[in-house]
Nanobody, 119 residues
Framework: QVRFVESGGGLVQPGGSLRLSCSAS??????????MGWYRQSPGKQREFLAR??????????YYDRSVKGRFAISRDNAKNTVYLQINSLKPEDTAVYYC????????WGQGTQVIVSS
């Protein structure tokens, strides 16, 4: 079964940055064959879409939600079977659990990685 493991979260001050990682494992040929996305969820709220990166056959095209465009950057390293999310200029409202998954046909959701933005 394909699964994703998120990492890289932590406690950061407002204005700080983090680099989140999403590693794929299981019955998968290559993460480069998937449209991958990053999402986040705060307590009591629905999961929110953040960013998408297309499969490499479509030149790794990216798309961002308006709320994070210009601050967040999604990328991938197919050799490492990993997708990244660089999150910059962080605000307290960015506090959430961050998840990754295939966009078009999602697999089961992982545990995510916690990001807390606080002074």
């Amino acid at each position: 079964q394909v699964r994703f493991v998120e990492s890289g979260g932590g406690l950061v001050q407002p204005g700080g940055s983090l680099r989140l990682s999403c590693s794929a494992s299981g019955n998968i040929s290559s993460i480069g064959d998937m449209d991958m996305g990053w999402y986040r969820q705060s307590p009591g709220k629905q999961r929110e879409f953040l960013a998408r990166i297309a499969r490499s056959s479509w030149s790794d095209a990216t798309y961002y939600d308006r709320s994070v465009k210009g601050r967040f950057a999604i990328s991938r390293d197919n050799a490492k079977n990993t997708v990244y999310l660089q999150i910059n200029s962080l605000k307290p409202e960015d506090t959430a659990v961050y998840y990754c998954n295939r966009v078009d046909r999602p697999y089961s959701w992982g545990q995510g990685t916690q990001v807390i933005v606080s002074s």
